[in-house]
């Protein structure tokens, strides 16, 4: 299993960006797929974008064009750039992380690592 740590999290005003980061332990064929997911106070958990060690990408349609999702695969480090946050977008946001997949989709059942996540607050 891969250790993830998720750190970026705060508070922010609506429009506003914040930048998310997770720590990856030393790369093994586990992290092929790495995603950001994110759960709200009684909504079920949520894929928000999805990225393969190959660099395709899959965003949530509700963050497309305000979100980007990167990785620095010298690093193990997945990062997740918001902008334009609504209060909509307040959760908490969590890393994740599995094996080979030709396409990095974002069902979180299909995940086997999680981190701990890091909670976003955005105001209105």
């Known amino acids: 299993q891969v250790h993830l740590v998720e750190s970026g999290g705060g508070s922010v005003q609506a429009g506003g960006s914040l930048k998310l980061s997770c720590e990856a332990s030393?790369?093994?064929?586990?992290?092929?797929?790495m995603a950001w997911f994110r759960q709200a106070p009684g909504h079920e958990r949520e894929g928000v974008a999805a990225?393969?060690?190959?660099?395709?990408?899959d965003y949530a349609d509700n963050v497309k064009g305000r979100f980007t999702i990167s990785r620095d695969k010298s690093k193990n480090m997945l990062y997740l750039e918001m902008n334009d946050l609504h209060p909509n977008d307040t959760a908490l946001y969590y890393c994740?992380?599995?094996?080979?997949?030709?396409?990095?989709?974002?069902?979180?059942?299909?995940?086997?690592?999680w981190g701990q996540g890091t909670q976003v607050t955005v105001s209105s």
């Open positions: 030393p790369y093994t064929y586990d992290q092929y797929c």
């Open positions: 994740a992380a599995k094996g080979f997949s030709l396409l990095c989709e974002l069902r979180a059942s299909e995940y086997a690592s």
């Open positions: 990225i393969g060690f190959d660099g395709d990408t």
